[in-house]
């Protein structure tokens, strides 16, 4: 996958944490994972579709994923809490739009989000897509960026 697909998911997960959390983020060495499984207990799933088609998931370790929610919305939110999934939801949406905007002279659309909470759940695209795991750590813990994107063969390089 061509790295200018990925680039857009870094800067936008920086810049969300950064604006909405007040926390920088630390971004590892993305890498192809093998696996439907996501990497921790909650995910945070969006579609995107047009010229960049996929699958966009935010996935932490529970205790990190609260960390996040109570930073977000300046109230405690624990897993169980009915507006958990909603703040989680926010911001794999801010993360995904984000991205998106920097697909220039392209046409993307993004789904409303979907939420998964708990342990061993899997998250299933095409089968000819690749998925590019991003790790990322901040001050609360890490967690990842999981995009799975098909592209068209002719599609021109992102800005």
């Known amino acids: 996958m061509d790295p ?9 997960i920086s810049n969300v944490f950064e604006t909405m959390l007040q926390l920088p983020v630390s971004v590892g060495t993305p890498g192809i994972k093998n696996s439907a499984t996501p990497t921790y207990d909650v995910s945070g799933i969006i579609g995107m579709t047009g010229d960049v088609e996929g699958t966009v998931v935010l996935s932490f370790p529970t205790a990190t994923a609260e960390r996040a929610v109570t930073l977000f919305t300046g109230m405690e939110l624990p ?12 911001l794999v949406n801010m993360v995904s739009g ?36 991003i790790p990322c750590t901040c001050d609360i813990g890490e967690f990842n960026v999981e995009v799975s994107l098909l592209l068209p063969a ?4 992102a800005d």
């Open 4 to 12: 200018a697909y990925i680039t857009p998911f870094v800067s936008s």
């Open 79 to 90: 897993s169980g809490h009915e507006d958990f999934a909603d703040a989680i939801g926010e």
């Open 98 to 133: 984000g991205a998106k905007a920097q697909f220039h002279g392209k046409q993307v659309g993004i789904s409303t989000p979907t939420v998964v909470v708990g342990s061993g759940h899997n998250v299933y695209g095409r089968k000819s897509m690749t998925t590019i795991e």
């Open 154 to 157: 002719a599609a021109p390089t």
